[in-house]
């Protein structure tokens, strides 16, 4: 027989989690990529459209540009706050699974403390009771013992006689 699993091993709980913080960190970083490359093809095209017109049309793109990076730039902090908002939560949440892991192992020990406690105890008080019996025993078994031994003294000194 083989000792090898046909199974695949499964993953703990703190690399699920990890796989987990990783990949909502890239989905959020490929969102900003999208967003920033569609602000630029925004701004590609604006920028041509103003460059056939006039100078004041230029002004107004140059403008543009700017709110467009602007806004660029906010969805990019945005995405980086919400991945350091998920990352954050699910370390506490990793750290209070791991606390109440270490409350019920605690939980656990203590109970098999308890019940090693409670059979020692018990264990001494056999022992005790069936010691008191033995003793009872080996006193009945010798009354019983010495008087056997003096009616047969008696006969003999009364056969003898």
Not at 62 to 81: G, P
């Amino acid at each position: 027989m083989s000792d090898n699993s046909t199974q695949p091993e499964e993953k703990g709980f703190f690399e699920k989690v990890k796989e987990t913080i990783e990949s909502l960190w890239e989905g959020t970083k490929d969102t900003a990529e999208d967003v920033k490359e569609a602000a630029e093809e925004k701004f590609e095209d604006i920028k041509e459209k103003v460059t056939a017109k006039k100078a004041t049309v230029t002004k107004k793109a140059t403008a543009t540009k700017k709110t467009v990076a602007k806004k660029a730039d906010e969805v990019t902090a945005k995405a980086k706050t919400a991945a350091a908002d998920v990352k954050a939560k699910a370390e506490t949440k990793a750290k209070a699974i791991t606390a109440k892991v270490k409350d019920e192992t605690t939980a656990a020990k203590k109970e098999v403390a308890d019940v090693k406690a409670k059979a020692a105890t018990k264990a001494k008080t056999i022992t005790a009771k069936a010691k008191t019996e033995a003793t009872a025993t080996k006193k009945a078994v010798a009354a019983k013992t010495a008087k056997a031994a003096t009616t047969v003294k008696k006969k003999a000194v009364t056969a003898s006689k």
